[in-house]
């Protein structure tokens, strides 16, 4: 299967943590266009608890 292989598991991770960082980058410059500071610190710090959580689900699927 697709996840039986570690160099697969390997390259699926290598490509969940760039576009976790592509994602928060982008993201980081839409909130600087639209937000105020205060703003902008808010939806940040949550888009980065989204993204961690998202990561700590996405751990388990691929090494379990």
Do not use: A, C, W
Not at 3 to 9: I, Q, R
Request: charged residues 10%; glycine residues 4%; without cysteine.
């Amino acid at each position: 299967m697709l996840l039986s292989n570690m160099t697969n598991k390997i390259l699926l991770l290598i490509f969940f943590v760039v576009s976790m960082f592509h994602i928060r980058i982008q993201l980081g410059k839409v909130y600087e266009d639209y937000f105020k500071f205060n703003q902008m610190k808010t939806y940040s710090f949550l888009t980065d608890v989204g993204i961690g959580v998202s990561f700590l689900i996405f751990l388990p699927v691929l090494f379990f």
